[in-house]
């Protein structure tokens, strides 16, 4: 089960400089001129979770194994993206095929550094990106409409739900709003989804600052910080350049550089974890001598499909799920403790997973 992020925003404003740290690998190119990155790098990186390696501890396994998200840089959008300026037509679907958007704000000065818009102005560049998004959803919607509503006068049923749904993105839309603030009841949200809309998929907002700010943020960081607030959507603050350097370095010379920072862990973590849970995501742990595993589920799951994550006959065959909470496995000092303390539970195929469970499936192949 694969989970994408896409990497978005004007041209240099860090977006490449962010992806190699992230990949800790030097492929994205980047370099001071606009569309340095022509095609979509892909990489995977481990979402760091500390609970992975003291269930290891317990267990005394001797793998261990952390759950992945994908990131997507994509190229630097720019006014008029949405009518084919730049590389827009190409960006825009790119932008369409991952889960979740990372909007990178530049929140930094450097006269060395040209900006697309010729100005340092965080809260400007996202009106712009976000407009150029509006405006690519409300042309594909238009063009989508008119025969959708052709087939729901016809009676079909699909065609009307998909049309009321088509109607609520558009209203949002010519109200200058993106789509992700529909109002939407929990069994309409799948179907809301496959409209393919990249102004309704979630968006966390990278605040990109000079190194020396990379702890506290700036005074440019914080009003970008409320407009993310505004919106309720979620913000982290980071130093692309400094979250590269650290990457690049061995990793026992790392906690010392941090701390001269006045940062307990790389800036990197906190990125890959609010993305994590900006794509509603949850993990479960398998747990044994030959490895301790994380696992990614989506919030809301239940058993058999968390057992299908493993392998898809798990789900098929679903008996049981031998469960037991991470506090209580930490407690008992691995699954033997947590049995003698009454801890250990036997659920059935209606149960909802919670994060940090650890799992054992029963199943009949």
Same mark, same amino acid.
């Given at each position: 089960?694969?989970?994408?992020?896409?990497?978005?925003?004007?041209?240099?404003?860090?977006?490449?400089?962010?992806?190699?740290?992230?990949?800790?690998?030097?492929?994205?190119?980047?370099?001071?001129?606009?569309?340095?990155?022509?095609?979509?790098?892909?990489?995977?990186?481990?979402?760091?979770?500390?609970?992975?390696?003291?269930?290891?501890?317990?267990?005394?396994?001797?793998?261990?194994?952390?759950?992945?998200?994908?990131?997507?840089?994509?190229?630097?959008?720019?006014?008029?993206?949405?009518?084919?300026?730049?590389?827009?037509?190409?960006?825009?679907?790119?932008?369409?095929?991952?889960?979740?958007?990372?909007?990178?704000?530049?929140?930094?000065?450097?006269?060395?550094?040209?900006?697309?818009?010729?100005?340092?102005?965080?809260?400007?560049?996202?009106?712009?990106?976000?407009?150029?998004?509006?405006?690519?959803?409300?042309?594909?919607?238009?063009?989508?409409?008119?025969?959708?509503?052709?087939?729901?006068?016809?009676?079909?049923?699909?065609?009307?739900?998909?049309?009321?749904?088509?109607?609520?993105?558009?209203?949002?839309?010519?109200?200058?709003?993106?789509?992700?603030?529909?109002?939407?009841?929990?069994?309409?949200?799948?179907?809301?989804?496959?409209?393919?809309?990249?102004?309704?998929?979630?968006?966390?907002?990278?605040?990109?600052?000079?190194?020396?700010?990379?702890?506290?943020?700036?005074?440019?960081?914080?009003?970008?910080?409320?407009?993310?607030?505004?919106?309720?959507?979620?913000?982290?603050?980071?130093?692309?350049?400094?979250?590269?350097?650290?990457?690049?370095?061995?990793?026992? *010379?790392?906690?010392?550089?941090?701390?001269?920072? @006045?940062?307990? =862990?790389? $800036?990197?973590? +906190? %990125?890959?974890?609010?993305? &994590?849970?900006?794509?509603?995501?949850?993990?479960?742990?398998?747990?044994?001598?030959?490895?301790?595993?994380?696992?990614?589920?989506?919030?809301?799951?239940?058993?058999?499909?968390?057992?299908?994550?493993?392998?898809?006959?798990?789900?098929?065959?679903?008996?049981?799920?031998?469960?037991?909470?991470?506090? *209580?496995?930490?407690?008992?000092?691995?699954?033997? @403790?947590?049995? =003698?303390? $009454?801890?250990? +539970? %036997?659920?059935?195929?209606? &149960?909802?997973?919670?994060?940090?469970?650890?799992?054992?499936?029963?199943?009949?192949?």
């Amino acid at each position: 089960m694969g989970f994408k992020c896409g990497i978005v925003g004007l041209p240099n404003v860090g977006k490449s400089t962010l992806f190699n740290a992230l990949t800790q690998t030097a492929a994205a190119q980047a370099a001071n001129y606009p569309f340095c990155t022509i095609e979509p790098n892909v990489g995977d990186v481990a979402v760091p979770d500390p609970r992975l390696e003291t269930l290891a501890g317990i267990a005394g396994s001797a793998e261990i194994i952390p759950t992945r998200i994908t990131f997507v840089d994509i190229a630097g959008l720019v006014r008029g993206a949405s009518q084919g300026e730049g590389l827009g037509n190409q960006f825009l679907a790119n932008i369409r095929e991952v889960d979740a958007v990372v909007h990178v704000l530049r929140c930094f000065e450097d006269d060395d550094i040209t900006h697309v818009e010729g100005k340092i102005d965080p809260i400007a560049d996202a009106e712009t990106v976000e407009t150029e998004l509006m405006l690519a959803d409300l042309e594909s919607l238009e063009k989508r409409v008119v025969p959708l509503e052709k087939k729901a006068k016809g009676g079909d049923k699909e065609s009307k739900e998909t049309l009321a749904l088509m109607l609520k993105a558009l209203a949002l839309l010519r109200e200058g709003k993106p789509a992700r603030l529909a109002d939407l009841a929990p069994e309409e949200r799948g179907l809301y989804a496959q409209l393919g809309l990249m102004t309704a998929k979630p968006v966390l907002y990278v605040l990109n600052v000079e190194e020396g700010s990379a702890a506290t943020g700036n005074a440019i960081s914080v009003k970008a910080e409320a407009m993310a607030k505004a919106q309720g959507a979620k913000s982290v603050v980071i130093s692309a350049r400094i979250e590269e350097e650290i990457a690049q370095m061995p990793a026992g *010379d790392r906690a010392d550089f941090l701390e001269s920072l @006045g940062l307990e =862990e790389p $800036g990197l973590n +906190r %990125l890959i974890r609010a993305g &994590y849970e900006l794509l509603g995501l949850l993990t479960f742990f398998t747990v044994g001598p030959k490895e301790a595993r994380a696992w990614t589920v989506t919030a809301g799951s239940r058993a058999p499909q968390a057992a299908g994550v493993i392998h898809t006959d798990f789900e098929h065959g679903f008996i049981r799920a031998e469960t037991i909470a991470y506090d *209580d496995y930490v407690a008992g000092r691995g699954e033997a @403790g947590a049995r =003698e303390a $009454g801890k250990f +539970r %036997l659920e059935g195929k209606e &149960y909802i997973v919670q994060d940090g469970d650890v799992m054992h499936f029963r199943f009949n192949t």
